[in-house]
């Protein structure tokens, strides 16, 4: 039998080979790679100024960063995935899972890393909500009016978080203009409708040039849908069991209505109870731009409500989340010359609450008062080098009532220095980053304080071997502070279906991490594989206790010494092309294997999964079919159960009726076309939530 690290190495080999099997095949005539337009910048390196690469519609950007470049998700593949959370729409891209709470929330799952880990920014600033303190609570962002979403790691996460280990998420709106369209005005709308949840999706956004060198915009979106259909049985094969059995012992005892309930619920299938969505937002922003530079504000409002599935019980509520927010942000920008090509602020308030309503009553209640700013300063290049530095703040102040406040009211304040410099030395590219960020966390009124100090540093190299070709590395030390919930939470919590208790004497959190890739751009064929690892001093996660405390599970935060490894790769070779058109191939792969030293697996980590695809493309119609495979995942912690294998085929269609470069997208897609049951193995709830079943929609994009 192979050890888990055989396992670890033999799959990185095998991308690695396939990868120079890919590039060494005889006979292959490398074509003009489909490109999208690139960055400016004044990199000599052809690889780096050059298209950036696109896989299956994916981004790998070029020159943003040479490190470790951000996968980025723009234009009809962003259409196509479109959902109302940001986790669910990002969970096809490579190392990228989702929390898959429930169809109303989801973040997104990096590398295994989730939480306060992996930052989910809004234009390089927070979602300014109270998304990170608990599983069931989700991301305040309109992915409606999202117009490019980058997945980052490396040397470039240190401008936002003293912790690079799990990367960032970094969502581009479209709210304050970065630009004075040539037309009087522009209009972008988008619309689904979807068969799982019979979900309406949709929104429209407008620019309205009032004068020659200033922008307004308007959008407003709304979304719906009802409970999920899933494929098969609700509950998991283990939990169904444990189900029957406890309702064959309150039938034994004579309590037959709550041995029926429980029945009921252990036999379910086909949908997923209290699982319905509905939102709106509403948006504004105004901007002054010009060639000296530009200043501009917005203002949001946005409301989610979504139900939470139960977990089963003799005595079954129900819960739903109903969430507001009011959100202001400024971006304000000089452009210089001399040694500052640029020196930007962002900054951004928001005012968040939401209430837990059980059984049509409100219990718990959430009011988070949050402000962030930013300044940075992006370097002119001077010969071989450039760089960007910066200062950033953030306080925040949650409070917390009801029947089950289970942390105390907390203000949160962050301040932070930053500093990103790159070198060009010939063919090779170096790349260093500093972060020093205070954080201090106290509780009100029992005013008890934490203070933590952390220091990250990330420096990386990439060698541009030819000018397809690129080898890079990075080492980075990342520190965390522990966040409130983990030093501070003591209690039920009805929405989460647990009772979760932290530790107050948690230290800082300390990562170290080696990575190393290869990105490829010949033309028919483009792609890249990433290994890396990261070793934990003192990570800090919930593990199942095996407690029940009021029919509730319980989770017990722990901190202790944890490894992470893993591998993700993909590429696509165009064999096919005649005139405007082309057939390729492409395929995907990533794993992460982690555990906790001496106790074995790290909860809530995705296993192996596997994609391919086939795809035509044409300037009036993009066909495409996809197989992706998730393994089982049976290496759990204790007390949690494992996953089942699965795996799903996905159709979809796009059609230009106006041509390519038209206003009009229609998108057919068919996901999970077999009507599969799968769990996600990242998600606290897969016992009771499984993926949605075989969903159809049907999108229309259009952009004046």
Same mark, same amino acid.
């Given at each position: 039998m192979?050890?888990?690290?055989?396992?670890?190495?033999?799959?990185?080999?095998?991308?690695?080979?396939?990868?120079?099997?890919?590039?060494?095949?005889?006979?292959?005539?490398?074509?003009?790679?489909?490109?999208?337009?690139?960055?400016?910048?004044?990199?000599?390196?052809?690889?780096?100024?050059?298209?950036?690469?696109?896989?299956?519609?994916?981004?790998?950007?070029?020159?943003?960063?040479?490190?470790?470049?951000?996968?980025?998700?723009?234009?009809?593949?962003?259409?196509?995935?479109?959902?109302?959370?940001?986790?669910?729409?990002?969970?096809?891209?490579?190392?990228?899972?989702?929390?898959?709470?429930?169809?109303g929330v989801s973040r997104p799952v990096l590398r295994g890393f989730d939480g306060p880990r992996v930052q989910v920014l809004l234009d390089g600033i927070g979602s300014l909500d109270a998304s990170s303190v608990s599983a069931d609570h989700a991301v305040s962002l309109d992915t409606l009016n999202v117009d490019r979403i980058e997945v980052l790691h490396g040397p470039r996460v240190l401008l936002y978080a003293s912790d690079p280990s799990g990367g960032a998420v970094n969502a581009i709106d479209k709210r304050i203009p970065r630009k004075v369209p040539d037309k009087a005005f522009t209009v972008d709308a988008l619309g689904s409708f979807g068969t799982a949840a019979d979900m309406v999706n949709g929104g429209i956004?407008?620019?309205?040039?009032?004068?020659?060198?200033?922008?307004?915009?308007?959008?407003?979106?709304?979304?719906?849908?009802?409970?999920?259909?899933?494929?098969?049985?609700?509950?998991?094969?283990?939990?169904?069991?444990?189900?029957?059995?406890?309702?064959?012992?309150?039938?034994?005892?004579?309590?037959?209505?709550?041995?029926?309930?429980?029945?009921?619920?252990?036999?379910?299938?086909?949908?997923?109870?209290?699982?319905?969505?509905?939102?709106?937002?509403?948006?504004?922003?105004?901007?002054?731009?010009?060639?000296?530079?530009?200043?501009?504000?917005?203002?949001?409002?946005?409301?989610?409500? @979504?139900?939470?599935?139960p977990r089963p019980s003799a005595d079954p509520s129900s819960t739903s989340i109903s969430l507001r927010q009011t959100r202001v942000d400024l971006r304000a920008g000089l452009n210089l010359t001399g040694f500052l090509k640029r020196l930007e602020v962002r900054g951004a308030y928001g005012d968040y609450e939401h209430a837990e309503i059980e059984d049509g009553d409100i219990g718990t209640q959430f009011h988070n008062k949050a402000v962030e700013v930013r300044l940075q300063a992006d370097q002119a290049k001077q010969g071989i080098w450039s760089g960007s530095s910066g200062v950033q703040y953030s306080s925040s102040r949650l409070q917390i009532s009801g029947d089950e406040a289970l942390l105390p009211d907390n203000n949160t304040d962050r301040f932070a220095v930053f500093t990103l410099q790159q070198l060009e030395v010939g063919s090779v590219d170096l790349e260093g980053a500093l972060r020093y960020e205070n954080t201090q966390i106290r509780t009100i009124p029992s005013d008890e304080h934490r203070n933590f100090d952390q220091y990250a540093a990330v420096a990386g190299v990439a060698w541009h071997a030819t000018d397809t070709l690129t080898l890079s590395a990075n080492f980075s030390h990342g520190e965390r502070a522990p966040s409130a919930e983990e030093l501070f939470v003591d209690g039920l919590h009805d929405a989460t279906q647990s009772y979760e208790r932290g530790n107050p004497d948690f230290t800082v959190e300390k990562s170290n991490t080696v990575e190393a890739g290869l990105r490829y751009n010949g033309g028919a064929f483009v792609g890249s594989v990433t290994v890396f690892g990261t070793n934990f001093d003192n990570?800090?996660?919930?593990?199942?206790?095996?407690?029940?405390?009021?029919?509730?599970?319980? @989770?017990? @935060?722990?901190?202790?010494?944890?490894?992470?490894?893993?591998?993700?790769?993909?590429?696509?070779?165009?064999?096919?092309?005649?005139?405007?058109?082309?057939?390729?191939?492409?395929?995907?792969?990533?794993?992460?294997?982690?555990?906790?030293?001496?106790?074995?697996?790290?909860?809530?980590?995705?296993?192996?999964?596997?994609?391919?695809?086939?795809?035509?493309?044409?300037?009036?119609?993009?066909?495409?079919?996809?197989?992706?495979?998730n393994a089982k995942q049976d290496r759990v912690t204790e007390n949690e159960n494992p996953t089942s294998a699965f795996t799903l085929v996905n159709l979809s269609a796009t059609w230009r009726p106006l041509g390519q470069d038209g206003p009009l997208s229609l998108i057919l897609a068919a996901d999970n076309l077999f009507d599969v049951t799968g769990r996600l193995a990242a998600s606290e709830t897969r016992d009771f939530v499984p993926i949605a079943g075989r969903d159809v929609r049907l999108t229309a994009r259009f952009t004046y």
């Open positions: 192979k050890t888990p690290q055989a396992r670890i190495t033999l799959l990185a080999s095998a991308g690695a080979l396939a990868t120079t099997a890919l590039l060494a095949m005889p006979g292959t005539a490398f074509a003009q790679a489909t490109t999208a337009p690139a960055p400016s910048d004044d990199s000599s390196h052809p690889q780096e100024t050059g298209p950036e690469i696109i896989v299956t519609g994916r981004v790998i950007s070029g020159n943003a960063d040479p490190i470790s470049a951000p996968v980025v998700l723009t234009g009809d593949s962003l259409a196509r995935d479109l959902k109302p959370q940001i986790g669910e729409m990002l969970a096809s891209l490579p190392g990228v899972s989702s929390s898959g709470f429930a169809p956004a407008t620019n309205i040039r009032l004068a020659s060198r200033l922008v307004a915009h308007f959008d407003a979106s709304y979304y719906h849908s009802d409970d999920l259909r899933v494929g098969g049985y609700v509950l998991s094969p283990e939990l169904r069991a444990q189900t029957l059995t406890q309702a064959s012992d309150l039938a034994d005892a004579g309590d037959t209505e709550g041995a029926a309930t429980l029945t009921t619920q252990a036999n379910r299938k086909g949908k997923l109870a209290n699982s319905g969505t509905e939102g709106w937002t509403l948006g504004s922003g105004l901007a002054f731009i010009d060639d000296g530079g530009d200043i501009g504000v917005s203002v949001q409002r946005l409301a989610n409500d @979504y139900g939470i599935p990570f800090i996660t919930a593990v199942p206790t095996g407690e029940v405390i009021e029919d509730f599970p319980v @989770y017990q @935060y722990l901190q202790a010494p944890a490894r992470f490894r893993g591998v993700e790769a993909e590429g696509a070779l165009t064999f096919a092309r005649w005139g405007d058109n082309s057939l390729k191939a492409d395929a995907g792969v990533d794993y992460t294997h982690a555990k906790l030293v001496n106790m074995g697996p790290v909860p809530r980590i995705p296993p192996l999964r596997t994609r391919g695809g086939l795809e035509f493309d044409s300037p009036a119609v993009t066909l495409r079919g996809e197989v992706e495979w």
